[in-house]
């Protein structure tokens, strides 16, 4: 099964910008579509942004006109733009297949706190 890795977060103050990343172990396939999931403190995970198939991307409506998702094939990498962060965006951020496969294997997330 494919292992996902994330990286990229940090802290950065409200309107800042990260670029997050998520490299996987075995080839990522045009066929497959891969999102972006959040899970913030003391809530569930939720997809946040997906590159489906043939190029087609959804975002959250919170997210919509400020994160951009975009996949890299040959280097099995999933990027995450991520501009004009708002306090609300803080979380833990993972990647993985959209939509999730059975029994979804998740990788460590990378953690994203926007604050002052």
């Known amino acids: 099964q494919v292992q996902f890795v994330e990286s990229g977060g940090g802290l950065v103050q409200p309107g800042g910008s990260l670029r997050l990343s998520c490299v996987a172990s075995?080839?990522?396939?045009?066929?497959?579509?891969y999102g972006w999931y959040r899970q913030a403190p003391g809530q569930d995970r939720e997809l946040v942004a997906s590159h489906l198939t043939y190029g087609n991307t959804k975002y959250k409506e919170s997210v919509r006109g400020r994160f951009t998702i975009s996949r890299d094939n040959d280097k099995s990498t999933v990027y995450l733009q991520m501009n004009n962060l708002k306090p609300e965006d803080t979380g833990v951020y993972y990647c993985?297949?959209?939509?999730?496969?059975?029994?979804?294997?998740w990788g460590p997330g990378t953690q994203v706190t926007v604050s002052l």
């Open positions: 993985n297949y959209d939509p999730l496969k059975n029994a979804p294997n």
């Open positions: 075995g080839s990522i396939r045009t066929r497959d579509g």
